[in-house]
Every structure is written in structure tokens, then in C-alpha cells.
């Protein structure tokens, strides 16, 4: 049987996939039952008995290894929430939150017994990477919110705990740390890129070479993932090979011999594994990179799908929950797409003339787009439809600025070869830049993927796509007409969910332990309601304005005396043009914010907003009404749905639900014209 390894490797992941989606009680049935199916297909299939061992063994594995994770590691370390406990171990990352305070990363045990590596708030004072630390503090289980989804984010990292109370806190510094050099090194790279190119530019060439994007604007970003190459951020395959490629020239120049070659590219590999910050889609291009070079030490061929394979379980042995991880789904899909997917394609094309190469490069970027379609959608606000285009064209100007800031790298920064690198390398940079500008505005270039039934088209198109395929296996070019056309489907039906909806008004409900808000959108136009008045949604609701397709705030109300530095921070956090700001408080004048007094009733895209005594509003639309207010007390209006923020309260067809948890609640409330409505809890 060819490629062991590769079915080994993506039927373990199947298996942690399947498994994440479960409680250890029901991971229980399902091992059991992927066991008895193994048993009889064993038993009944004789001729493929290699294979139903190959992929129903590391499936098993897969799901038993969650089971045992979760309830010998996760549980015994979420145990400690709301628990004060001593914490004693290393810092192995450090970020500024505020001028005073520092978020931290931390291995170590919790009261000498349980290892465990968390993030901790604190005061800034006197510390570095790998210097030892205690402290102790209140246990927190990191809960996701309606702002980000924290849970979610970390747990694929292996951290489930934080903590805000630091009490007690004592630094030892580290007298000698490889780590800590390498890190002030890249650290030093970042600075210096920064103060030679300050700007976008700068910004962009840093991010690309450290993986820090903390300079970079959100305007800049949002329009370079639009364009379809923000993958340009994550550190991993395309920074590996320009590396390796100039240290190989450099070593084959001197003539070293291949043992101690396959050291030298080992070493920087590692070296820049830790520099980029161990992100697991650059240990996957390390492991990769460090596979192909071993292969080339014993003479022995590679092949992409056993290494994949390789780097699955190699990445997950350790953490499971790492199968939820984005960065390394994206990372292990890419790599597929490039190493297996596309040279497929090409070889099934077969393209011939002066022209081969661009035919090849084009079929292979579009490869690669389809390929990563899927889980752009499934993960993602916003999905590029133009990113074939983009990477063609500007891809290649990347790597080559990115190229000449590894130059800068390997000569220590020093300004009579930095300066001229980094402003050549600027130059393509600012091309970059203008060129997604551009490209940004051609229309339907990207596609929001907040549309109710795009999931469910895009689902069914990949199970056309799938089947298609395993029936023309051992001829792809017979499969393209099946995964085309299921691919308009997903567009077509997309489209037309979209034009239907355009007649119904969303009211998005978003709350957290401090705030409430309301937004209220119809097509592309929207409407923010702050009922708190405190503008700590702003974030949330930028998210989801780009995941809906909202292309402008047709107004933003604001419960506040002190309502300019809120409308201010909306207007930072959220992309989108604010026509009108208005305050339903008195409060110091200000020709940018309107004061609406109580009892007047606006009319905005089709349906009319009142604003009540003591912060309430009265939203009509389609004979459908929704009264937002304080409590039951101040409510006085019949209406169809009742909103009742400070009772935490929603009511609706005699029906009363609780409106918060502690980490945040998101409410969806859907009224079309002569029907009748939905509500529907987002979290």
C-alpha cells in the first residue's frame, strides 16, 4: 500500500476532528463504535484488511486520545477556576497591553503540581523572556465573549486559564537563555525595520519577517485579506524556503559536505522556528523543510502526502484540542493544495507552449483558492474571490521585499546595507499597498460569509466535489465539470438567498457582563444602538459588519452624556462609513453627534426608531414592533418583542429567556415583512 504514512497521519486527524466536536461521554460511544465497525469491515472485507487497519487504528487512537487529554490534563487543570492558587514557571511571551500593565505567557505549575501554561495580566515592571516568575492569583477558565472568542482561541493552543489578580509577584531573572537571545534579536529587527521605513510599509515588511502585525493599521490589514493575500502574515513556508535557499547558496559555495550541511540548515531552521514564535503552521513548514533535507542526506525520494502526514501527528500528539487551531488548518490545507492537490492538476492539464509556466502558475493559485475555499468560509468574516488574481500578481513582489528583509536580517540590521534594502524593498511594498486598494474595488471581489444558507450550499458542494472525485480518481480532469458546477451552485444560490433577504430587518442583540447593544441592519445598511453607552462593542461589532456585507452606519445612537469619546472609538474600531451620530443625553455640544431628545422618532432606510424616557427605544417595522427599555417596570408599549437590558431579559409570544451569561450573549432577531419572526441565541 503506497503513502502509509499520509493515511495514517489524515485519518488521525479525522479522528481528533470528529472528537473535538464531543463530550468524553460520548467520545466513549464513538470509539466503541469506530472499533465494532472496524471489527466487521475486518471481518468481511478480507482483500482490504491492510487498509481498514491503517485508517480505523489512528481514528481510534485519535478519538482515545482526546478522551485520555481531556480527562487527565484539561479537567484537572480548569479545576482550578475561581480557585486562589500559587503559580511558579517561565515567561515565554510578553506583550503590552497598556501603558502600565503587560499580558503574559506562562509555563509552570500550579501550587507545585499541576503543569499548566496560562496568561496572566500584570503590572509592567522589570522582566524577559524565559525569566522564571511567581505569583498567586485567581484561577479564570478563559470563556469565549460576544467580542472574541478567547476560548476558542487559546484552547487550540494548550491554555485555559488566565488570571487578573496578581498578587505577590516576585522576577528571577535567567542568567543564560537561547531563547531570550533570539527573540531580542528579532525584537531589535522589528524596531530597527520600523524606525528606517516608519509607516505601512515598514509595518508591512516587519509583520512579514517577525509575524508581528501589532503596526500595522486595521484599515491596511483588512484591505490586503480582502484582496486574498494576508496569508503573507503567517510565518511559515514561503519565509522557510527563502531562507534556506540563501543559506544553501551560501553553503554550497563553500563546498561543505552534506552531513554537516543538513546541521547548518537544521539549526537555522530551528533558529527561525523560534523567532517567529513557534506558530504551528512554521514548526509544519520546519518539519517539512527539515523531511526534504533528510531525504536528500540518505537519498531517498520525499513525498508531500507522507510528510503531511508526519507533521499531522507529530503536531497534535501533545495537544489534541490543536485540530481547532486555524493557523494549522490553513497551514496543513495550503500545504496540500500547493504540494499535492495542484501538481495534480497540472499534470492532468498537461500544458505545452512558450506559455507553460503562466498556464501552470495560474492553475495552480486557482488550485489553491478552490482547495482553500472550504474553511476560508467556514472561519473566516470575509472570503476573497479575486485572490488568484492578487497572488499572481502581487505575491511575487512580496517575496522579494520580503527576500531583501532577510538580508537585513543576516547582516545584524547595520545602516549601510539596511537602509538601501529596506527602501528598495519599500518601494515594492508601497506598489502592494496601492494595487489592493484598487483591487478592492472591483465589485464582488469579496464575499462576506455571514449569508445564513452559504454554509449549507458550500457544504453540499464539497460532498458533490468529494464524490466526484473518489468516482474519477484515476482521471481528475473528468471530476472538473462535477466541482465547477457545484461551486455555481454555491454562488447562485448564494446570491439569490441574499436578494430575497434584502426585505428583512436583523436586529443583532450583543451583551457582556458591563455593556448591551443593539445592531439593527437591512441589506447593507445598518443602524447601532449603544444602550449602555460605553462603546465596549465597538470590536464585536466590527466583526460582525464584515461578516454580514454592511457597507455603511446609517446612524449610531448613543446613551451617553460624554458621547464623543464613544462615537470616536466606534469610528477607529469599525470600517465603514458613519453618516450620522446621535446622543439621546444632554451633554457638552458637538457638531459631529445630533442630541435627540425623548419621545422623537426618526426614520431610517424603511423603519422608524423612537427614542423613550430613561434610555429606551421603540423600533416599527413591516407591522412588526420591538421595545428595547430598561426593565418591566418602564416598558409601555404592546409589543410583538420586549427587550429588557437591565433585566437581562428577552420576551417574545409568551415566551421569557435570560439574556446573559457571565462571558456574554449574542441574540439574533429576524422580522420579515407579513411573517412572522425569529429569535434565535447566537452563542
Known amino acids: 500500500m503506497k503513502r502509509k504514512m499520509a493515511w495514517i497521519g489524515f485519518s488521525y486527524l479525522f479522528g481528533l476532528f470528529l472528537a473535538s466536536f464531543f463530550n468524553v461521554k460520548q467520545n466513549v460511544i464513538i470509539s466503541v463504535s469506530v472499533l465494532l465497525i472496524a471489527a466487521l469491515l475486518f471481518i468481511g472485507i478480507k482483500n482490504k484488511r491492510s487498509f481498514i487497519l491503517i485508517v480505523s487504528i489512528p481514528v481510534l487512537l485519535a478519538v482515545c486520545s482526546n478522551i485520555t487529554y481531556t480527562k487527565l490534563v484539561y479537567n484537572k487543570i480548569i479545576s482550578y477556576n475561581g480557585k486562589i492558587v500559587n503559580f511558579s514557571g517561565r515567561i515565554t511571551d510578553i506583550s503590552e497591553k497598556a501603558s502600565d500593565k503587560v499580558l503574559l505567557t506562562l509555563d509552570g505549575k500550579i501550587n507545585q503540581e499541576t503543569d499548566a501554561e496560562i496568561v496572566v495580566y ?25 467580542s472574541f472568542s478567547s476560548e476558542d482561541y487559546y484552547k487550540s493552543k494548550g491554555i485555559y486559564l488566565n488570571c487578573f489578580d496578581v498578587k505577590n509577584l516576585r522576577i528571577t531573572d535567567n542568567p543564560f537563555s537561547l531563547r531570550r537571545y533570539i527573540m531580542h534579536y528579532r525584537d531589535y529587527l522589528f524596531g530597527r525595520i520600523n524606525s528606517i521605513l516608519p509607516g505601512e510599509e515598514g509595518a508591512f515588511i516587519s509583520a512579514m519577517l517577525c509575524g508581528d502585525k501589532s503596526e500595522m493599521s486595521q484599515s491596511v490589514k483588512l484591505s490586503l485579506y480582502r484582496t486574498g493575500i494576508g496569508h503573507i502574515f503567517a510565518v511559515s513556508g514561503t519565509h522557510l524556503v527563502i531562507i534556506t535557499a540563501i543559506i544553501l547558496f551560501l553553503i554550497k559555495a563553500l563546498k561543505i559536505n552534506r552531513i554537516i550541511r543538513f546541521i547548518i540548515l537544521e539549526v537555522f531552521i530551528a ?51 490543536l485540530i481547532r487551531n486555524l493557523s494549522f488548518l490553513l497551514s496543513m490545507s495550503g500545504a496540500f493544495s500547493i504540494g499535492v492537490a495542484a501538481p495534480l492538476v497540472i499534470h492532468e492539464c498537461n500544458f505545452k507552449g512558450k506559455t507553460k509556466a503562466l498556464k501552470e502558475s495560474i492553475a495552480s493559485l486557482l488550485t489553491l483558492s478552490l482547495c482553500m475555499l472550504p474553511i476560508s468560509i467556514f472561519c473566516f468574516n470575509e472570503v476573497s474571490l479575486i485572490s488568484p488574481l492578487s497572488n499572481l500578481l502581487l505575491i511575487p513582489i512580496c517575496s522579494f521585499s520580503l527576500a531583501l528583509a532577510v538580508g537585513v536580517a543576516f547582516f545584524g540590521g547595520i545602516s549601510f546595507v539596511a537602509n538601501p534594502l529596506l527602501i528598495v524593498s519599500g518601494l515594492g511594498i508601497k506598489v502592494v499597498l496601492y494595487a489592493a486598494k484598487i483591487l478592492n474595488k472591483i465589485p464582488f471581489s469579496y464575499v462576506s460569509t455571514g449569508n445564513t444558507y452559504l454554509k449549507g450550499f458550500m457544504l453540499f458542494a464539497l460532498i458533490i466535489s468529494a464524490v466526484a472525485l473518489l468516482k474519477y480518481r484515476n482521471s481528475i480532469k473528468n471530476a472538473f465539470l462535477p466541482v465547477i458546477m457545484s461551486l455555481v451552485l454555491v454562488v447562485v444560490g448564494t446570491t439569490a438567498s441574499i436578494v430575497l433577504d434584502r426585505t428583512t430587518l436583523h436586529l443583532l442583540l450583543l451583551s457582556d457582563k458591563v455593556s448591551k447593544a443593539l445592531l439593527l441592519y437591512k441589506g447593507e445598511q445598518a443602524v447601532i444602538i449603544d444602550l449602555y453607552g460605553k462603546g465596549n462593542m465597538s470590536d464585536a461589532f466590527e466583526s460582525y459588519i464584515e461578516k454580514q456585507g454592511i457597507k455603511s452606519i446609517d446612524a449610531l445612537f448613543i446613551n451617553n452624556k460624554n458621547a464623543n469619546n464613544v462615537n470616536s472609538n466606534y469610528k477607529d474600531s469599525i470600517y465603514v462609513d458613519i453618516k450620522n451620530s446621535f446622543r439621546t443625553s444632554e451633554g457638552m455640544p458637538n457638531n459631529d453627534i445630533k442630541y435627540v431628545a425623548e419621545n422623537t422618532e426618526l426614520n431610517t432606510n424603511g423603519y422608524k426608531i423612537k427614542v423613550l424616557n430613561d434610555g429606551g427605544y421603540l423600533i416599527s417595522y413591516g407591522g412588526t414592533t420591538v421595545e428595547c427599555t430598561k426593565t418591566s417596570d418602564s416598558s409601555l408599549f404592546d409589543t410583538n418583542v420586549k427587550i429588557l437590558y437591565d433585566d437581562k431579559r428577552l420576551l417574545y409570544e409568551n415566551t421569557d429567556i435570560s439574556l446573559t451569561r457571565d462571558n456574554g450573549d449574542a441574540f439574533h432577531i429576524t422580522l420579515k415583512e407579513n411573517s412572522k419572526f425569529l429569535v434565535r441565541r447566537l452563542k
Open 271 to 321: 533558529t527561525f522556528v523560534v523567532f517567529s514564535g513557534a506558530s504551528s503552521s512554521v514548526i509544519r513548514a520546519g518539519i517539512m523543510l527539515s523531511v526534504v533535507f533528510a531525504s536528500d542526506l540518505f537519498k531517498r525520494k520525499s513525498d508531500t502526502m507522507n510528510t503531511l502526514g508526519l507533521c499531522a501527528v507529530i503536531l497534535s500528539a501533545f495537544n489534541p484540542y
Open 122 to 146: 500584570a503590572d509592567m515592571t522589570d522582566m524577559d523572556y524565559d525569566d522564571r516568575i511567581c505569583f498567586s492569583g485567581t484561577m479564570q477558565k478563559i470563556e469565549n465573549s460576544v
